[in-house]
């Protein structure tokens, strides 16, 4: 399962942990509008990326599989700066002050990207997918 600030992305299990990059400073820069090729550095921030692949499944129709991907897209819009969960395989790590980055498609057994129905009938409309968080170092 994943939650950010207590509203679950995912609700199913999940078979592995995130990945996480180490702790860095990004560069924040600016350029000057009408000036081309002008950069700016404004500030810097202090953190990391943590990535994660899962499986959106079990859905009956196609529509209900895309209606939960909007409401998880939309949350890269208002998930900021909150604490983040992971519960798997009888583990949980706890990650804090984390924003939703993006959820990017990942190609399926076919190579394809997108929603595809499982022929077993199990696991109705899947989609693979992955989460990229961004953690800021609370030692700021």
């Known amino acids: 399962m994943i939650t950010l600030g207590g509203t679950t ?11 996480e990059d180490d702790f860095a400073d990004d560069p924040i820069v600016i350029s000057t509008y009408g000036v081309r090729g002008s950069l700016e550095f ?3 921030q202090h953190g990391r990326l943590i990535r994660i692949e899962c499986t959106f499944s079990g859905y ?5 599989l895309k209606a939960a991907r909007d409401t998880v897209d ?4 208002t998930l900021r700066d909150k604490t983040l969960v992971f519960t798997g395989a009888g583990s949980t790590l ?10 990017e498609r ?3 057994d076919t190579g394809r990207r997108g929603p595809y129905y499982d022929g077993s009938g199990v696991n109705g409309w899947r989609e693979e997918l992955a989460f990229h968080f961004w953690q800021l170092d609370n030692k700021q």
């Open 42 to 44: 404004q500030d810097e």
């Open 74 to 77: 939309n949350y890269t819009r």
């Open 106 to 108: 990942l190609p399926n």
């Open 9 to 19: 992305l995912l609700s199913t299990s999940l078979h592995q942990m995130p990945e």
């Open 94 to 103: 706890t990650y804090y002050h984390c924003s939703l980055l993006k959820v």
């Open 60 to 64: 009956s129709t196609a529509a209900l």
